[in-house]
């Protein structure tokens, strides 16, 4: 009775590896809950061609509103023409429109491709696309019975990869990653600031031996926090990760976020020519008007600055930080996009199938 004792515990741990083991991307990400109302947001994907490209064909590829978004995203100049060009395997942030059902994210009725002559499913997902969708995940959004037969002329929706989930209780920006041949959770853990359990955890994987090569990673992006209120007409917008800059308030102020200033969404005027407005409106922060956004004076007590905290139809939305001489303490909490814990970048753990094999053999032995 007493090897009894020993048996199960050694089954069960060995029924768990395998369980882990059977694990593996899907290419699929995480977001919301299954039966819960649709979520939605703005997500990034990592596209590269194996062919020279232009930014003003991505856009068309992806169906971006317009070319700014891309520059934005890749915190390139405003000056950058959309004929430059983009180098073979050169990887571009691809802004993209995400909806959360049932439990998926996937990019929101966009971008859609007409079938060429010649045109296959494994093609416009691996070659087209870059990898970022697999064509069985094409065939089934678009109900296409048979994979092989798509005719000329056929319009396909590309459900890319996407999520609005927070990751250990803060707002993120997800990053659809495609995994190259030989990385590690390590490696792109590493690249992108983020951890190895973070990772394996958020992709429903345990470790290196389910990373699969060519196939999209979720990776969480971490945002600069901002004063930026919930009921601001740019609101869903302004969650930006390090590298990356937002024109918003009909042109008139330009945000970007730094991981060198302190992961803080800093503001400013843009100096650009309004879109629906006549003039940009004054950006005094009310209770200082010697303060613009983005300007920051000293006083006996300490620092005191002028943030953006978004705009309305006919107004752009100030904040003065706290006075420091009032005892009132420093600026407000940030309300998103917090350091994600610095991950141990050390190789996961990835039991060997041998080894499980060994426990199954002990188990048996003791019956």
């Known amino acids: 009775m007493k090897t009894y004792r020993f048996t199960l515990p050694l089954l069960l741990i060995a029924i768990s590896f395998l369980h882990s083991l059977s694990a593996q991307m899907t290419g699929n990400f995480k977001c919301g809950q299954p039966g819960a109302s649709n979520t939605t947001c703005r997500s990034l994907v990592g596209y590269s061609s194996k062919n020279a490209t232009t930014y003003a064909s991505i856009r068309t590829l992806f169906a971006v509103e317009n ?20 180098n073979p395997n050169q990887v571009v942030r691809v802004p993209i429109p995400c909806t959360c059902s049932n439990g998926t994210g996937v990019s929101t009725d966009v971008p859609v491709h ?8 494994s093609a416009i997902a691996s070659d087209l696309f870059g990898g970022l969708v697999s064509f069985q995940r094409i065939s089934e959004m678009n109900k296409i019975p048979n994979p092989n037969e798509i005719v000329v002329g056929q ?9 609005c989930n927070e990751v250990n209780g803060r707002d993120v920006v ?62 869903s917008s302004m969650l930006l990760p390090n590298g990356s800059y937002s024109i918003t308030a009909n042109n008139c102020i330009r945000c970007s976020c730094e991981a060198s200033n302190n992961w803080t969404l800093s503001c400013e005027a843009s100096q650009l020519t309004p879109t629906t407005w006549p003039t940009c409106p004054p950006s005094r922060c009310q209770g200082a008007e010697s303060l613009f956004i983005g300007n920051t004076t000293s006083t006996s007590c300490g620092p005191r600055s002028c943030a953006y905290a978004g705009y309305s139809n006919q107004t752009i939305l100030t904040t003065l930080s706290p006075d420091p001489c009032s005892g009132s303490g420093g600026s407000r909490p940030p309300s998103g996009g917090s ?22 053999q002990c188990a048996l032995y003791l019956l």
């Open 67 to 86: 070319l700014r978004s891309i520059l934005e995203a890749n915190n390139l100049p405003l000056s950058t023409a959309g004929t430059q060009r983009v």
């Open 114 to 121: 007409t079938v060429k002559q010649g045109d296959t499913l």
């Open 155 to 163: 319009r396909v929706w590309i459900p890319l990869p996407c999520s």
């Open 174 to 235: 997800h990053y659809a990653h495609v995994v190259v041949p030989g990385s590690s959770l390590a490696a792109i853990a590493a690249q992108f600031g983020t951890d190895n359990t973070t990772l394996a955890l958020l992709n429903g994987i345990s470790g290196d031996a389910q990373l699969l090569a060519e196939l999209p990673l979720d990776v969480p992006l971490r945002a600069c926090s901002s004063s930026v209120r919930n009921d601001s007409l740019d609101a």
């Open 339 to 360: 350091r994600p814990p610095s991950g141990n970048y050390a190789s996961t753990f990835s039991p060997s199938f041998s080894f499980v094999v060994v426990l199954i």
